[in-house]
């Protein structure tokens, strides 16, 4: 990228103009940065970073006003400045930060280049019927398994479908139709092709529970955890996908669900299309109902008492699915469970968490410490790791 298109890039991003598209390419821009680049190449890349955080920091500095809000306002704009900051410049972090840090035994130290957590990445357990289990991130393509006359293939993307065997179509065999399950662990995602050729992303720490062909009068999944639904049409028969807190009626359509345990709501938000959320309580579970339209994120919270309708940034909801973090607006505990989901890590928290919220966008190909580093260059956090252990502290 041409350092005039850059500059044109992080003007329009910092401005709230920039389209997805052209966030995209920010976060591209970083891709194109590696430890095997030129060190001259390095060097003039550094300059760039340098320059363009002092134009950042002069336009924010909070020398100008001392007020909290003003104060406030800085964090946020400087997260962003970090966030873009940090996707041409972490590579470099990693090129020229070599030192070998050696780790006392027991205690938490700076996270290093030794002791990196990775990202997390495709991987999953599928439990058939019977109870056998199929790693996911271990089985080759092809077929994996036969149940009934349903063939479950894994193609060379990584992706689990589901299809009748081609020679029970030519026996015309009748559907025998059980149940699977598909459950991805900390930092690992995974992609399913329903039978009836729904699509589903399932993110880290998820569980969907579905039959192997849909043959009654409603197409029914269970989960857990967060996923993200693209599917096939079918006015005659509804899909529904079942949580803990509410039930989504869909005839096709494109959302993403996410019903954690840890987090305070259950949010669905849509893309395209219409769905009907319906609160689940042991009660009654066709109580409260609610219809959502494109653009819209619906919020149901621990005591399952109402149904609560926003205008959604549909980017953030499925940043996850398109491979990065996107944060608006966001307190730091929100980010840190996404970090803890994603990379497989133990939080600890020491000290009061600061209440400025973060705004801003990073890649989830990296490791941690890129994203760490960030975050603490917006200020109020320091973090140390112990194996598999986080701690943030509090430094206000």
């Keep these: 990228m041409e350092k005039k298109d850059f500059h044109k890039l992080l003007d329009k991003y910092m401005s709230g103009q920039a389209s997805l598209e052209e966030e995209q390419r920010l976060l591209n821009f970083y891709g194109s940065f590696t430890e095997t680049s030129d060190k001259n190449d390095l060097a003039e890349n550094d300059q760039l970073a340098d320059r363009i955080f002092d134009k950042i920091s002069e336009q924010i500095s909070p020398s100008d006003d001392s007020s909290p809000s003003f104060y406030s306002y800085y964090l946020k704009s400087f997260a962003v400045a970090a966030m873009i900051l940090m996707a041409i410049s972490t590579s470099l972090y990693f090129y020229t930060n070599r030192e070998i840090i050696e780790s006392p035994a027991g205690q938490f130290v700076e996270i290093s280049t030794k002791n990196d957590i990775l990202p997390g990445n495709n991987k999953a357990i599928l439990t058939l019927a019977d109870g056998s289990r199929i790693s996911l991130d ?3 393509s092809g077929l994996l398994a036969s149940q009934g006359n349903i063939a479950i293939t894994k193609t060379h993307n990584g992706e689990i479908v589901y299809e009748k065997n081609q020679s029970d179509k030519k026996k015309n065999a009748l559907f025998q ?9 900390k930092g690992g995602k995974y992609q399913v092709r329903l039978p009836d050729g729904s699509k589903v992303w399932l993110n880290s720490a998820s569980t969907l529970s579905y039959p192997t062909a849909f043959t009654g009068k409603e197409r029914i999944v269970k989960l857990k955890g967060e996923a993200y639904f693209e599917i096939a049409p079918n006015k ?10 509410q039930i989504v009626e869909v005839l096709g359509t494109h959302f993403n669900v996410n019903s954690y345990d840890d987090e305070d709501f259950t949010k669905t938000t849509l893309i395209e299309g219409s769905v009907k959320v319906i609160l689940n309580t042991k009660s009654n579970i066709s ?3 609610k219809l959502l339209k ?8 621990s005591s399952k008492s109402d149904i609560r309708i926003e205008n959604a940034d549909t980017e953030k909801a499925i940043a996850w699915k398109n491979g990065y973090f996107k944060f608006k607006n966001t307190p730091i505990q929100e980010i840190m469970r996404e970090v ?20 801003g966008f990073v ?7 890129a994203v760490l580093k960030i975050l603490e260059q917006s200020g109020g956090v320091k973090f140390t790791v112990k194996g598999k252990k986080l701690k943030v502290k509090s430094i206000q």
């Design 138 to 140: 271990d089985a080759e």
């Design 177 to 185: 139709s059980v149940i699977n399950t598909i459950q991805t662990p």
């Design 236 to 245: 005659s028969v509804p899909f529904r996908v079942e949580s803990d807190d």
């Design 287 to 289: 109580g409260k109902t």
């Design 294 to 301: 494109p653009g819209e994120q619906s919020f149901i919270n």
């Design 340 to 359: 803890e989901r994603w990379y497989d890590v133990e939080l600890i928290y020491e000290g009061n968490m600061p209440t400025d919220e973060f705004t």
């Design 363 to 369: 890649s989830n190909d990296v490791n941690i410490s």
